[in-house]
Nanobody, 123 residues
Framework: QVLLVESGGGSVQAGGSLRLSCAASTFPSATVGWFRQAPGEGREGVAHIYIADGTPYYADSVKGRFTISQDEDKKTVFLQMSSLKPEDTAVYYC??????????????????WGQGTQVTVSS
């Protein structure tokens, strides 16, 4: 059974930073991504990383503010979020899948999901 465990969510003021972590005993697929879902909204792809070589991909909404990375053991993926805005408030999910090179972070590519962690940004 694949288990993805997220941590690092919380509450922060606008302009602040948070780092999310997604840990697995081993990632089952080539790509690990982060998604977010605000109340009443669909699940939005934020970023993904190719485990083999660390190549990142970012949605335009977070480019320049968020950084996705992995540890040396390739068992934890991080999402460093800076310059946070109230519109970044959502439940953030980690997921594992296989995204074709150059494609966007979209739910159709991901099969394994974490339980989600809340991020709240106040103005």
């Amino acid at each position: 059974q694949v288990l993805l465990v997220e941590s690092g969510g919380g509450s922060v003021q606008a302009g602040g930073s948070l780092r999310l972590s997604c840990a697995a005993s081993t990632f089952p697929s080539a790509t690990v991504g982060w998604f977010r879902q605000a109340p009443g909204e669909g699940r939005e792809g934020v970023a993904h990383i190719y485990i083999a070589d660390g190549t990142p991909y970012y949605a335009d909404s977070v480019k320049g503010r968020f950084t996705i990375s992995q540890d040396e053991d390739k068992k934890t993926v991080f999402l460093q979020m800076s310059s946070l805005k109230p519109e970044d408030t959502a439940v953030y999910y980690c997921a594992a899948g296989a995204v074709p090179r150059g494609d966007e972070t979209h739910v159709r590519w991901f099969s394994y999901w974490g339980q989600g962690t809340q991020v709240t940004v106040s103005s």
